[in-house]
């Protein structure tokens, strides 16, 4: 089988990538193992405390039950997923890249690992950039009970670095990856189940740009979704007035499987949100060829809470394309940004009235939801070239059908393949709820069908 463009476009990056990282002088070699025989180290950690910059640290198959901090540039290579494995259980974190407290902090690979049973993150990245996390399994952290969203500003139970680089949201406490005021970096090929949430995207201590997420299977992480670009206050700012955050922006989320997530409490399979406290940014984001499936808050959620209708400034929620995703029998949305019945794509803006604009919604397949797409905004969406095969409402007017007020914007939903070749509304086909929808002309069969 050819490779698609799409494909092919993914496969040049992320060869960019690997060449960087093995352009990388390595100074030295570092071993470890269980036994700490052959010169080798008994733990991880001890090796890090004794590496230089650009050392490459292997180890060898065996259990560390550690916690490993990492302030330097170096390479920790597993002898694979199934055999290394890091057990966290009773400590904050499995794997600490720290930034925050070694400014500057760059090219830290981690790969060939299982991270377990940490109270918090699996593996947290914080104010570092050219961050490789590849070919690893983090399952089972978010140990520490009480980690359920309750939307409280602050809360996360005895989380380490509270009100220093984590004082968001208690539904953001944790995750299997978490990277924090990162940029440039790869998330690839990872397995992660069982965790709050799979991977998360937050800006608390500078701005998290231009990171790609790919190839990496994400299932039942109950608590929070599966993929997630959080705009949090900066950190300290723990009270009004909270101040423009630094923002979430140009990054890439590619080819991922992302089900099964969210499904207790409520969380998407890809989510964009603004968390309502101070001036968010999530823009100039891609959702790209992903698997989105049985989530419990729609298969792609992009929120945001605040904005002109209580006074404020809106918060900025632009430019992000949603595209070439496979979406089906994910849940309903809820609270401000709920939708009437299951949901596989929720652009809202709540009830704050922050116009969402510039969002690209085209060549995604839909099928298996009460409401395919979802729009609350006062802005223009514009949806083409979707495939809409949900059988209940193709698109929809959440406005008009949860009496909201604050949404003036149109939806052009032209060019879309409604279920049927006839077009909406038509028996077999799916339907539209407002006038405002503009639709004609439609498809008559499937992007790509012949």
């Given amino acids: 089988m050819q490779p698609t463009r799409l494909s092919r476009m993914l496969i040049l990056c992320s060869a960019v990538v690997f060449v960087a990282i093995c352009q990388t002088a390595v100074a030295g070699t570092l071993c470890v193992n269980p036994a700490g025989s052959h010169n080798c180290f008994k733990s991880i950690q001890t090796a890090v405390n004794h590496a230089s910059a650009n050392d490459l640290i292997q180890v060898e198959a065996g259990t560390y039950n550690e916690e490993v901090d990492i302030g330097l540039p170096v390479a ?242 632009s430019g992000n394309k949603i595209i070439l995703n496979t979406i089906a029998g994910n849940l309903a949305d809820q609270a401000d940004t709920a939708t009437p019945g299951r949901v596989g794509i929720n652009i809202n803006s709540g009830d704050g009235g922050s116009p969402v604009r510039g969002t690209v919604i085209s060549q995604n397949v839909i099928s298996d939801e009460d409401i395919d797409i979802a729009v609350n905004t006062p802005a223009e969406v514009d949806m083409h070239l979707n495939s809409l095969l949900g059988s209940g409402i193709g698109v929809g007017d959440v406005c008009a059908l949860d009496g909201s007020t604050v949404c003036t914007g149109t939806i052009d939903a032209t060019e879309n393949y409604w279920g049927c070749p006839a077009g909406p509304d038509e028996h077999g086909c799916t339907t539209f709820s407002a006038a405002r929808i503009l639709w004609i002309p439609w498809l008559q069969k499937t992007v790509g069908s012949h």
Avoid at 89 to 94: E, I, M, N, V
Avoid at 209 to 222: E, R, V
Avoid at 269 to 296: P, Q
């Fill in 76 to 317: 920790i290579i597993g002898a694979g997923a199934s055999a290394s494995i890091i057990d966290a259980t009773g400590l904050a974190h499995g794997i600490f890249v720290d930034g925050f407290d070694h400014p500057g902090l760059k090219q830290v690979t981690i790969t060939g690992l299982t991270v377990e049973n940490a109270d918090f993150e699996g593996v947290l990245v914080v104010s570092a950039s050219d961050v490789t996390i590849q070919d690893n399994s983090v399952i089972n952290n978010d140990a520490t009970p009480g980690l359920g969203f309750t939307g409280a500003a602050t809360g996360c139970p005895n989380q380490p670095g509270d009100g220093v680089y984590e004082d968001d949201e208690t539904g953001d406490c944790g995750g299997a990856v978490h990277l924090i005021g990162t940029a440039n970096s790869i998330v690839s090929g990872n397995f992660i189940t069982g965790n709050a949430d799979g991977v998360l995207i937050s800006d608390e201590t500078s701005e998290s740009h231009d990171n790609l997420l790919i190839h990496n299977t994400i299932t039942n992480n109950p608590l929070e979704c599966g993929i997630v670009l959080a705009s949090h206050p900066p950190s300290g700012k723990t009270s009004p007035p909270y101040g423009p955050h630094f923002g979430v922006d140009h990054n890439t989320v590619a080819e991922n499987i992302s089900n099964d997530n969210g499904v207790k409490i409520g969380g998407s399979g890809a989510g964009m949100f603004s968390d309502g406290m101070g001036r968010g940014r999530v823009s100039d984001n891609v959702i790209i060829g992903n698997k989105l499936i049985h989530n419990g808050l729609g298969g792609v959620a992009l929120h945001t809470h605040v904005g002109p209708a209580f006074g404020l400034p809106a918060d900025d929620m």
